[in-house]
């Protein structure tokens, strides 16, 4: 079995993700068929074709065996979200990230989440916190109205309010800013920083995700909002520094948390 396998999904209904080197694929059936049998809740099997890819960011997938209906309910946490993972950008690996940040927010913050999906982090973050307001932005039609069905599916309705099209659209509208701005674009979040920075508050805090590679993963992206900051007359403190996931070799998911200290 290959060593890359997500599952997402319920114990009834779930579907299988895995990723094969080219000298696996005449093995596609047999590999396929070993996951459904070690895996009794997988109804269907797909294959990465490619990389984060298109104005969505979304992989494209090959269905190699089982059912072609892929849409499922991931339980997650308390949570459910209904989502197509052939459709819209989802990763159970990140399970713990969005626990992170769910206990970083207190009560009584408003929380922006750009390039939101299906809702995991806005819904994670309203199901732990009874006051807080969540505005969650989605530029992929499928990904935004999935993330309003799982608002209703969480009951969270009085919190999180969830909007289609494109942030730098949308933000310069919405006029407020927000005392926590997340930043959860799987490749390419920093440039939108221009976007964001308006967006937090004085003293509020910023998650930026980036992609970094060893042995320097953190020093590229506080250049990057430094550099935005100074363009804002603000300055931003850096609180705190992750590693997210590792992508490939060398190269990992990081989270910079930065503070909005002076206007």
């Known amino acids: 079995m290959p060593r890359s396998l997500d599952i997402i999904g319920s114990k009834t209904k779930a579907v299988a993700i895995i990723e094969l080197p080219e000298e696996l694929r005449e093995f596609e059936p047999e590999i396929a068929n070993a996951a459904m049998k070690i895996h009794k809740n997988v109804r ?26 892929t849409e499922v309910v991931h339980r997650e946490a308390g949570c459910m979200f209904k989502l197509d993972p ?38 994670r973050i309203a199901k732990k916190h009874d006051n807080v307001r969540v505005t969650a932005i989605e530029l992929n039609p499928r990904a935004h109205n999935y993330c309003v069905e799982n608002i209703c599916l969480n009951r969270v309705e009085d919190r999180v309010s969830a909007l289609l099209g494109d942030v730098r659209e949308i933000c310069p509208k919405l006029g407020r800013t927000y005392d926590r701005v997340l930043m959860p674009l799987p490749k390419g979040a920093h440039a939108f920083l221009d976007v964001a920075m308006p967006m937090l508050r004085e003293g509020g805090v910023l998650h930026l995700y980036h992609w970094a590679q060893e042995p320097d993963l953190f020093s590229g992206a506080e250049e990057l909002i430094a550099r935005c900051a100074d363009g804002f ?13 590792q992508y490939s070799p060398r190269v990992w998911k990081i989270r910079l948390d930065s503070k909005l200290i002076a206007s």
């Open 44 to 69: 269907s099997v797909l294959a990465k074709e490619s990389g984060r890819e298109g104005e969505f960011r979304n992989r494209r997938l090959r269905l190699i065996a089982g059912d072609p209906d």
């Open 86 to 123: 052939r459709e819209v950008y989802f990763s159970p690996r990140e399970s713990e990230e969005r626990e992170r940040i769910s206990g970083k927010v207190a009560d009584g913050e408003s929380v922006l989440v750009m390039f939101s999906g299906v809702g995991p982090f806005p819904i």
């Open 233 to 245: 007359n603000v300055h931003l403190e850096t609180l705190e520094r992750v590693k997210v996931s």
